[in-house]
C-alpha cells in the first residue's frame, strides 16, 4: 500500500505511513507474529526522503517481518504487498472505467475475466480497488476521463486484447428528479437529453468505446436512462463505426437472489447481434419473482455492536462500536457462503457504527420494522412533524424478512433511512456490503464515511456477475 500512497498522497505520505503502520502492527499482533528488525531496505529508499527515519525504519521492518512470515500466503498480509501485484496474462481482460470500489469488476472477476485497465477519479475508492485486487499501479489512471481520453495515444497499449469495457458514469443527469435535462423531439417524440456537465462524462466513455472497440461493453445507470435508450445508441454507433448490437435491460437486483431491491438500467452492446440476443433471452429467464435471501441472511452471523459514543471523533474505535479490522470468524449460512465463494475468512472488516445523539437513538429503538417518521410511536420525538410531507423518509427502519431498500451514498451522510430492524443503530458499512454482495475479504479503505459511499455507488457484485457469466460462455 505503500507505492499507492506514495504514488497519489505524496503531500500525505507520513501520516497515510503512520496509519499502514498502526495497522499492520495490529495484523501481527493478532497473528502472535513477533516484529523482526533488518538492515537491509525491504521498501524503496525513495521514501525516505518523506518519511522521519523512525517510521521509514518501523514500516521497513514490518515489510520485513511479513515476508519472513511467509506474508505472500496470508489471507489478509498477502494484500499489502507489492511484489504480488501482476499484470493478468488472460484472453478474457476487461477494463472499468468508473470503477468506484469495483462492483462491476469484482462480478466480472468472478466470472472468470481479468481486469486490464481501471479508471476513477475518486482515489479512496481507487484504494480500495487496488487493495483487493492484484493489478499492478501502472494499470490504474486516477483522474478525470477526459484527461485520459485525451492522452489516449499514451494508453493505447494497456488495452491490447481488452474484450470489455464497463462502467457506470455518475448518473445525476439522467435521474428522473432531473427532467429538465430532458426534451421532446418535435417529429419523433422521442426524448432526448440536454447536454450539461453531469451528462459530459457519459459521453467521454461513448468517446473510449470508439477508442478501444471491445467485443462487448456494460453499461450501468439509473432506470431513467432507459427514456433516452434510442439517442445512447445513436451516440455509440456514430462514435465507433461499428454496427454493434444492443441489449437495453431494465433489472431489479431482488430478481436475482440479491437480498435489495435495486432498479437499474444496465446497457449490454456486442458486435455478435445472434449472441447478444441470446443474452437477453438467458438474462431474463434467470428472474424470479422475488429474492430467496432477505435481510436477515445478510445480516447473519455478525457481532452485535451499538453506536460510536464520542461525537465528532469517526476514527475511534472500540469494542462497543466496532472496529475497521478485528479478528473475527462470522459463521456463515448459505447466503454468506454463495458471496464468500465456500472461502472461511478469520477477519472480520468495516462492521463500525457511527455516533448518533440520545433523540435518535430513542427512535431507532421505539420504531417498529417497515415503518418511518409517520408512525405515532415516535411522534413525541420527531423535530419534524410541522414538516410531515418533507420528512416522512427522514426515519425508516429496515424489516428483517423482507429485502433492503436500495442502499445509496446518502448513507455517508446518515444511515437515518437504513436502521437497524434489531438494533438501535444505523447499518454498519459490512452490512450494507453484503446486501451489496460484496464478499466478507473485500476491504474497503478510507474513511467511514468513504467506506459508505463507496460501498452505496456500487453495482452488485452478484448481479454482474449474471451478466458477466453470459458474455463468458459467446467467449469461451
Not at 169 to 185: I, L, M, Y
Not at 280 to 309: F, H, M, R, V, W
Request: hydrophobic letters at 35%.
Amino acid at each position: 500500500m505503500l507505492e499507492f500512497y506514495y504514488t497519489y498522497h505524496q503531500n500525505k505520505f507520513q501520516s497515510k505511513s503512520m496509519q499502514l503502520a498502526d495497522e499492520l502492527l495490529t495484523i501481527l499482533k493478532n497473528e502472535k507474529i513477533k516484529l523482526e528488525s533488518t538492515e537491509k531496505e525491504n521498501i524503496p529508499k525513495e521514501y525516505r526522503d518523506l518519511l522521519d527515519i523512525d517510521l521509514f525504519n518501523n514500516l521497513n521492518n514490518i515489510y520485513f517481518t511479513i515476508r519472513q512470515n511467509d506474508g505472500e500466503n496470508h489471507p489478509l498480509l498477502k494484500k499489502y504487498l507489492p511484489e504480488l501485484k501482476q499484470e493478468h496474462k488472460s484472453k478474457f481482460l476487461f477494463a472499468d472505467f468508473f470503477s468506484g470500489a469495483g462492483g462491476l469488476s469484482q462480478g466480472l472477476i468472478n466470472a472468470g475475466f481479468q481486469p486490464a485497465f481501471v479508471n476513477d477519479n475518486y482515489t479512496d475508492a481507487l484504494e480500495t480497488y487496488y487493495f483487493n485486487h492484484s493489478l499492478p499501479l501502472n494499470r490504474f489512471f486516477n483522474g478525470d476521463i477526459k484527461n485520459l481520453v485525451e492522452k489516449f495515444s499514451q494508453y493505447k497499449y494497456l488495452f491490447k486484447d481488452v474484450k470489455i469495457i464497463a462502467g457506470g458514469p455518475p448518473c445525476q443527469g439522467f435521474s428522473t428528479a432531473n427532467r429538465r435535462n430532458f426534451e421532446v423531439e418535435r417529429m419523433t417524440k422521442a426524448k432526448r437529453f440536454i447536454e450539461d456537465e453531469r451528462n459530459i462524462l457519459y459521453k467521454y466513455f461513448v468517446k473510449l468505446l470508439g477508442l478501444i472497440q471491445p467485443d462487448f461493453f456494460i453499461m450501468e445507470n439509473v432506470k431513467g436512462m432507459m427514456r433516452v435508450e434510442k439517442q445512447i445508441e445513436e451516440d455509440i454507433r456514430n462514435e465507433t463505426n461499428q454496427e454493434y448490437s444492443f441489449v437495453p435491460l431494465e433489472v431489479d437486483a431482488q430478481n436475482f437472489d440479491i437480498p435489495q431491491s435495486r432498479k437499474r438500467y444496465i446497457l449490454i452492446g456486442g458486435k455478435n447481434f445472434m449472441f447478444i440476443k441470446q443474452i437477453e433471452d438467458t438474462i431474463y429467464s434467470l428472474k424470479k419473482e422475488e429474492s430467496q435471501y432477505k435481510l436477515a441472511d445478510a445480516l447473519y452471523g455478525l457481532p452485535k455492536i451499538g453506536t460510536n459514543p464520542i461525537k465528532l471523533n469517526p476514527d475511534y474505535e472500540s469494542y462497543i462500536h466496532g472496529y475497521e479490522i478485528r479478528k473475527f470468524k462470522v459463521k456463515q449460512n448459505k447466503f454468506l457462503k454463495e458471496i464468500n465463494k465456500g472461502i472461511e475468512i478469520p477477519y472480520l472488516f468495516n462492521h463500525k457504527s457511527r455516533y448518533n445523539n440520545e433523540n435518535d437513538l430513542k427512535i431507532f429503538r421505539l420504531l417498529p420494522e417497515g415503518e418511518n417518521s409517520l408512525h405515532a410511536s415516535i411522534q413525541h420525538l420527531n423535530n419534524y412533524t410541522n414538516r410531515n410531507h418533507i420528512f416522512k423518509d427522514k426515519y425508516y427502519k429496515l424489516k428483517s424478512n423482507e429485502v433492503s431498500k436500495t442502499i445509496t451514498s446518502h448513507m455517508k451522510f446518515d444511515c437515518h433511512m437504513y436502521i437497524h430492524p434489531k438494533q438501535a443503530r444505523g447499518l454498519s458499512p459490512r452490512e450494507a456490503a453484503r446486501i451489496q454482495t460484496f464478499p466478507d475479504d473485500y476491504v474497503f479503505r478510507g474513511s467511514l464515511n468513504d467506506w459508505y459511499k463507496q460501498v452505496g455507488n456500487a453495482v452488485p457484485v452478484k448481479l454482474a456477475e449474471v451478466i458477466a457469466n453470459e458474455i463468458m460462455k459467446y467467449l469461451k
